[in-house]
């Protein structure tokens, strides 16, 4: 089965609303990781904790190892913020190694 | 932003044929990873490098993939070859150390269409 689950996997907000993304694991991960997608290809890192919640501008990662599950909060969502948004685990001694999610592709529509 | 370089961004080949991509890691980082996106969103780890020696592999990857990371030049993977299966983007990764914990970067990357 799959090892990361992510949900919902499409989402459309109106602009200005939030946005909540869930990332479940089904294994011990020492890290989440979350990156967004621009259509065309390139992976952008956002967030990366280990445990714990972190900020950066509007963004908001939030990780429970123990529970194995972790989510991204969008506030105030921009259509610029449309894409895809990869969640991705980190295993111990995996030299780094990420394991994907499927992600959650987001519309922002005016 | 990124500046991990993968060339071609796109290249068509036929069944049978080899494909080949390149990727230029930032700028101190010696570690570099390979993975595939298929059309349904899946990755899959194919290999890392650190410098020039193989970190970890998949079987897939030993069997039908060449991939080098020498010194001096780009990194490159290569499928000897192509099969239907292998249409997928290919994105290159790099970063600074092996030890987990570390932000992986990402290019562009090559996107491969077997025909």
């Known amino acids: 089965g799959q090892q990361v689950q992510q949900s919902p996997a499409s989402l459309v907000l109106q602009e200005g609303e939030n946005a909540e993304l869930q990332c479940n694991f089904s294994?011990?991960?020492?890290?989440l990781q979350w990156f967004y997608q621009r259509p065309g290809g390139s992976l952008v890192s956002l967030l990366s904790n280990p445990s714990g919640t972190k900020h950066t501008g509007r963004l908001t990662s939030t990780t429970v190892t123990k529970e194995r599950r972790g989510s991204l909060h969008i506030s105030s969502s921009q259509i610029t913020d449309s894409g895809t948004y990869l969640c991705a685990m980190e295993q111990a001694s995996s030299f780094s190694k990420l394991v994907f999610g499927q992600g959650t592709s987001l519309s922002v529509v005016p | 932003n990124s500046k991990v370089i993968q060339t071609p961004r796109y290249l068509v080949k036929g069944q049978g044929q080899k494909a080949k991509m390149r990727c230029i890691p930032e700028?101190?980082?010696?570690?570099v990873f390979w993975y595939q996106q298929n059309k349904n969103n899946e990755f899959k780890f194919l290999i890392n490098?650190?410098?020039?020696?193989?970190?970890?592999q998949i079987d897939m990857t030993e069997k039908r993939f060449s991939a080098e990371c020498p010194s001096n030049s780009p990194c490159s993977l290569e499928i000897q070859s192509s099969e239907a299966g292998d249409s997928a983007l290919y994105l290159c990764?790099?970063?600074?150390?092996?030890?987990?914990?570390?932000?992986?970067?990402f290019g562009e990357g090559s996107r491969l269409i077997v025909v």
């Open positions: 990764a790099s970063s600074r150390y092996k030890h987990s914990g570390n932000t992986l970067y």
């Open positions: 490098f650190q410098n020039q020696e193989v970190l970890q």
């Open positions: 294994s011990t991960a020492t890290r």
């Open positions: 700028k101190g980082h010696p570690v």
